[in-house]
């Protein structure tokens, strides 16, 4: 008679999500692999899993999968039970009442906002960092994840009901929390002239963080994950280009195409590029000559010692090149980011005088209320209205 199986133990589950995770290990922020396998169901990495297949961009991916996770936590905490699929309106609303709150009326009634057990249960996940009520956009964006996550189980849920936008409207206003930019200062051409002061050497981390510095700025101010993933193939050599288009007397100078593949505003079919010409052009050819690089990633980590990694520098590595360089060139750390980059090339075009399209086509911004914001900011600031008092 054949023996009977043993009941699978709690801990078993668990291990197979970690396993099944695993196969998502290019996309998926891995350093919190084990946690997510706790937080997550089998039902939630499967989807996972059916989305990564359907070819859903990596960045879109890794959100959901982070806000995913912070879901399932909050719900357990706030309910006593995992997350319902679909979520009843009710559900979607104590959500928005938990996040979103008056710290006016919180310091009057301690019941008003997010209960305290819930909090401490989140905090001690390591989930929940920030003082006060959520940013306005992390929680549009989390019942955005939810949405998405909803109907690609094939279910529809209450994320368009009249009360939950009605909700989310007097909640963001009552929350009176200031909007953050994502870099409090745009790394303009002076300030990125300081920047490849302080990495000026001859050292391969010099090369390197001169190259990336260079292409994420001169490509349209290219965002931390687009530099990060960037490839020795993706680079396309192209016929040297006049320093000045009109002058072909002008000296001839290195060009690249570098192809961007998917974006965050664009999908591989667009074909989406960027052009470097000059300077950055023989940083990047510096680097990749020194290092020795001829195929994989285009920017790599670099250990104490000089040894040049195979993996690619991550995303959250290109945010702290940038700061450590600012540390150097007696910048403050604090004020700048990544993005600074991206808002920085914007803002230098428009100090130049270059047309606000021509700037996009490099930039692949889509919105042109977005873009435009950079020059207007920077005609208000030459202008003469706002010198009338000097």
């Known amino acids: 008679m054949p023996k009977p199986k043993a009941l699978p133990s709690p801990a078993e589950p668990v291990q197979a999500r970690a396993e099944e995770l695993d196969a998502l290990d290019a996309i998926l922020p891995f350093a919190r692999r084990d946690q997510l396998a706790t937080l997550l169901t089998d039902e939630d990495v499967a989807t996972l899993k059916h989305l990564a297949k359907e070819g859903m961009g990596e960045n879109t991916l890794r959100a959901l999968t982070s806000d995913l996770g912070y879901l399932e936590a909050w719900c357990e905490f706030a309910t006593g039970a995992p997350l319902p699929w679909p979520a009843p309106e009710s559900l979607l609303l104590k959500f928005v009442a938990h996040h979103l709150w008056d710290p006016i009326k919180r310091a009057e009634d301690p019941t008003h906002g997010m209960p305290a057990d819930v909090e401490a249960g989140l905090r001690l996940q390591g989930l929940l960092r920030a003082d006060g009520p959520h940013a306005p956009d992390t929680v549009r964006r989390r019942l955005t994840s ?61 090369l390197r963080d001169r190259a990336l510095l ?22 396309v050599e192209e016929e040297p280009v006049h320093a000045d288009p009109k002058n072909t007397a002008s000296p001839l100078l290195p060009c690249l195409t570098i192809n961007l593949g998917r974006t965050k505003t664009t999908t591989a079919e667009d074909r989406a590029h960027a052009v470097l010409i000059g300077r950055p052009v023989i940083a990047l050819k510096q680097w990749l000559a020194e290092a020795k690089i001829e ?15 195979r993996r690619a520098l991550t995303p959250q590595s290109v945010n702290l090149v940038l700061k450590a360089r600012c540390k150097q060139a007696g910048l403050d750390p604090e004020a700048f980011s990544a993005h600074g980059l991206r808002s920085g090339y914007l803002t230098e075009a428009a100090n130049r005088g270059i047309p606000l399209q021509e700037a996009m086509q490099q930039s692949l911004h889509k919105s042109v209320t977005q873009a435009a914001s950079y020059y207007n900011n920077a005609e208000r600031k030459q202008g003469r209205a706002a010198r009338l008092a000097m």
Not at 162 to 175: G, M
Not at 218 to 232: K, M, N, T, V, W
């Open 295 to 309: 195929s994989g990633p285009l920017f790599r980590r670099i250990d104490q010692w000089g040894n040049i990694d």
């Open 146 to 206: 939810w949405s998405i996550l909803t109907r690609w189980r094939g279910l529809t849920g209450s994320f368009a009901a009249p009360t939950l936008k009605s909700a989310l409207r007097l909640a963001v206003r009552a929350s009176a929390r200031p909007g953050k930019r994502k870099s409090k200062k745009a790394v303009t051409g002076n300030v990125l002239a300081k920047l490849l002061a302080a990495c000026a050497g001859d050292r391969l981390v010099d």
């Open 214 to 235: 260079l292409t994420a700025f001169a490509s349209g101010g290219r965002r931390r994950s687009e530099i990060a993933a960037l490839r020795i193939e993706d680079l």
